[in-house]
């Protein structure tokens, strides 16, 4: 595809912006942060690798034992009856061996190296001891049951590419070269604000028309997922001066800010006003279902992205749009999952005009066949259905699904981890 410069931004008309359009906006104003430090691999789980990492040897370093048995030569094992060897030497993992001559055989364990001149194993279950000699079957060709030198990475290659979130594969893969810490992408600094006059916190009372903050919980735990220091600045109340104050406050501590509320276009919604007297605001309207006023600026050095306040929209915005932001800051080349199709089991008779995500359940089926499922109230109040979901599915806009219909589904383990 041909795609010179960045992406424009698009007009500020009250036109939506379709979905990818809106993510790749975002993507390419990702600057990455570029600060990293050096972890000890014991603490590495999650964070992104600065730079690649090479390994300065081949594992396995020796050629070794893939079975218990006995290393022979091939060439002394008839292709038809068997043949009796002489074992001379017993080699168990961590030991060396001495060279293997005609008509010798070693018994020989799992990981320890193939003694000089021996080219193939015969497995214990197939062999017969006879005093000092083992009998071996035949055929048996050079090579088996023996894993050559470098069988699983070779010196001079690279195990880690920057940009790899390392998972626990990826902590062991750099085990297995001696390499003992790694250079990762310093933590982005996330600042988050609640706005909302309405919000209490969890243990506290209820007051007439209030309601507890459960959009900084789930934003707690997204970012925590992501390896994020969060810098939590509270709720602020609906108007103009604290708001514009606690945008401030964010950014002079923040790599980004994410706010919850006050985006929508009523009285009481002061971040994007206060993003244009403070900052620089960019964007605003995407064909998303949750979340369709969505805000991105830039105060100083600090980006924002200001969410829709129920927190579903919280909840899915962040998934279509802050994550893939936060992994590109850090570096990660893939910042957002590709979905899987699977056979509608719902019906979606009306089509609408946005892009919905639905919370979704993949149901499987006796038959080992899977489905998906959604929540029967998919408002975006509705944060019960996030909990009863394992993941969404994308319904495009001004399409109607019938039970059958492969939809794409993305499941929370891709969206959230
Ligand atoms: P707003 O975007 O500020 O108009 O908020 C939209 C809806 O989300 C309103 O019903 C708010 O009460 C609700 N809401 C806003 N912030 C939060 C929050 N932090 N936790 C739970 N609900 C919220
Ligand atoms: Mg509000």
Not at 50 to 61: E, K, N, Q, R
Not at 233 to 239: E, F, I, K, Q, R
Not at 319 to 342: D, E, K, N, T, Y
Request: proline share 8%.
């Amino acid at each position: 595809m041909n795609r010179p410069g960045p992406e424009p931004a698009p007009s500020r008309a009250s036109v939506l912006i379709p979905v990818e359009q809106a993510r790749a906006y975002l993507l390419d104003r990702a600057r990455r942060i570029g600060e990293s430090e050096r972890v000890a691999l014991e603490d590495a789980l999650g964070r992104v690798a600065a730079a690649d990492v090479a390994t300065p040897i081949d594992v396995p370093g020796h050629a070794n034992s893939a079975m218990d048995g006995y290393a022979v030569r091939a060439a002394d094992v008839p292709d038809e009856g068997e043949v009796t060897l002489r074992v001379t030497q017993r080699i168990a993992a961590g030991e060396i061996g001495s060279p293997l001559a005609a008509g010798e055989a070693a018994r020989i364990f799992t990981g320890a190296p193939v003694p000089g001149g021996a080219d193939a194993i015969a497995i214990q279950e197939d062999c017969r001891l006879d005093g000092a000699s083992v009998v071996v079957p035949g055929p048996l060709t050079p090579g088996t049951f023996v894993r050559p030198r470098g069988n699983d990475i070779r010196a001079g290659s690279v195990v880690l590419a920057a940009g790899t979130r390392m998972r626990p594969q990826e902590m062991g893969v750099v085990a297995s070269v001696g390499i003992g810490s790694v250079e990762v992408c310093r933590r982005p600094r996330v600042a988050i604000v609640s706005s909302g006059n309405e919000l209490r916190r969890p243990g506290e009372p209820l007051g007439p028309g209030q309601i507890y903050n459960s959009n900084r919980y789930t934003l707690l735990g997204l970012l925590e997922r992501l390896g994020c220091q969060v810098v939590d600045l509270g709720t602020v109340a609906d108007t103009l001066a604290a708001t514009r104050d606690a945008l401030l406050d964010g950014a002079a501590r923040a790599d980004l800010m994410i706010t919850t509320g006050g985006v929508s276009v009523g009285e009481e919604d002061h971040v994007k006003r206060a993003l244009e007297t403070a900052g620089e605001l960019e964007m605003w309207k995407v064909a998303v279902k949750p979340g369709k006023p969505l805000v991105y600026g830039r105060l100083g050095g600090c980006d924002l992205l200001g969410l829709p306040g129920n927190p579903v929209s919280t909840l899915v915005t962040f998934c279509l749009f802050v994550r893939p932001f936060i992994l590109r800051r850090m570096g990660v080349a893939g910042a957002f999952p590709a979905p899987v199709l699977v056979p509608a089991r719902f019906e979606w008779p009306r089509p609408g005009g946005r892009r919905e995500f639905a919370r979704a359940r993949l149901a499987v089926s006796g038959e080992g066949e899977a489905g998906a499922e959604i929540y029967a109230r998919q408002g975006s109040d509705v944060l019960s259905g996030a909990t009863w979901a394992t993941g969404l599915v994308e319904i495009f806009e001004g399409t109607a699904i019938v039970p059958g219909d492969r939809v794409p589904y993305y499941s929370f383990a891709d969206l959230l981890d």
